[in-house]
């Protein structure tokens, strides 16, 4: 059985840190595209960065230099540091896997299998 468990959300102030994990069970995750994403409410969700099966990382613009997606391939954790966090980075933060290579940053769409999500909150 396929699960993503997501965790590590929280409230902070700007300019503070976080990191999000996001435990899989039913597949080993450098098999998959991993990704996270992320919704605020009353818009879409949208990519913030993934892993590929060969290790390589995308990142969305807006989140460049302060955000590093890892994966911890013994304990099949997704990670995601969050630094200096803005308030625009409040949102839903959800993982995501798909069967096939990344290809670059792509839309939530083309995942198929998704967390439950764990919310971040940035104060100002």
Do not use: H
Not at 51 to 59: A, F, L
Not at 86 to 100: H, N, Q
């Amino acid at each position: 059985q396929v699960q993503l468990v997501e965790s590590g959300g929280g409230s902070v102030q700007a300019g503070g840190s976080l990191t999000l994990s996001c435990a899989v069970s039913g597949y080993t995750i450098n098999t998959r595209c991993m990704g996270w994403f992320r919704q605020a409410p009353g818009k879409v969700r949208e990519g913030v960065a993934n892993k590929d099966r060969d290790g390589k990382t995308n990142y969305a613009d807006s989140v460049k230099g302060r955000f590093t997606i890892s994966r911890d391939n013994n304990n099949n954790i997704l990670y995601l540091q969050m630094n200096s966090l803005k308030p625009e980075d409040t949102a839903m933060y959800y993982c995501g896997a798909r069967g096939g290579y990344c290809y670059g940053l792509l839309g939530p769409s083309v995942f198929g299998d998704w967390g439950q999500g764990t919310q971040v909150t940035v104060s100002s």
